[in-house]
């Protein structure tokens, strides 16, 4: 059973550029979670999707943010316009159940870096 | 809020020493606790978790003992390696369906031979 598949792994982009992150959760899994790590700092939840829904998307910035779960295909984590400040590394986590305690399994990641 | 508090690091040991990395945690209700483990140019993995009081998560050799009268999940193992070299992150996580992991800024440690 592959795990969670993130792509691509590294992604440079110049100012005003849009990046686009996806993540493949693991067979069976209906819920992703993305976080983001920036330098020298711990993982923040940024949006938690099922399949075809944004349940919790408290974690995200307002503007030039978005992500989506489609019933089909990978989720996407979509920045327009990045800013030098978007540098850092995007984790996509998924779980199988929407279950109190279900375990959250982190793909590899994504480190966007912004020029 | 909720929150995760764990040691700054750069932790630097020898290899065989022991290792305690401390980690105390603000939560509304009960949650569940994890230690996760990084290492260089990956995501993450969880390593161990506790999901009540008194909860003793181990795996590797690492243990960590869910404290509730101290709010605390330190991280302990007797003799490190090399190879235990990684960047550890303490999370929790309410327990409550569909809520997120909320981390700790990681600590980073440097086993050498």
């Known amino acids: 059973n592959a795990g969670v598949m993130q792509n691509p792994r590294h992604l440079v982009r110049r100012r005003g550029q849009e990046a686009r992150l996806r993540c493949s959760p693991m067979?069976?899994?209906?819920?992703v979670y993305w976080y983001r790590q920036l330098p020298e700092e711990g993982l923040k939840f940024m949006v938690y999707?099922?399949?075809?829904?944004?349940?919790?998307e408290s974690g995200m910035p307002k503007e030039r943010f978005s992500a989506e779960f489609p019933k089909e295909g990978p989720s996407i984590l979509r920045i327009q316009q990045v800013v030098r400040g978007d540098s850092a590394a995007y984790f996509c986590?998924?779980?199988?159940?929407?279950?109190?305690?279900?375990?959250?399994?982190f793909g590899p990641g994504t480190r966007l870096t912004v020029l | 809020g909720d929150s995760v508090t764990q040691m700054e690091g750069p932790v630097t040991l020898s290899e065989e020493a022991f290792l305690t990395i401390n980690c105390t945690y603000t939560?509304?209700?009960?949650?569940?606790l994890f230690w996760y483990v990084q290492y260089p140019g990956e995501g993450l993995q969880l390593l161990l978790k506790?999901?009540?009081?008194?909860d003793k998560g181990s795996n590797k050799g690492f243990e960590a003992t869910y404290r509730k009268e101290t709010t605390s999940f330190h991280l302990e193992k007797g003799s490190v390696q090399v190879s235990d070299s990684a960047v550890y992150f303490c999370a929790l996580k309410v327990n409550q369906a569909g809520t997120a992991l909320i981390f700790g800024k990681g600590t980073t440690l440097s086993v050498s031979s």
């Open positions: 999707l099922q399949k075809e829904n944004i349940i919790d």
């Open positions: 986590a998924s779980s199988p159940a929407e279950g109190a305690r279900s375990e959250q399994f």
């Open positions: 067979k069976g899994h209906s819920h």
């Open positions: 939560a509304t209700g009960y949650p569940s």
């Open positions: 506790a999901t009540k009081a008194d």
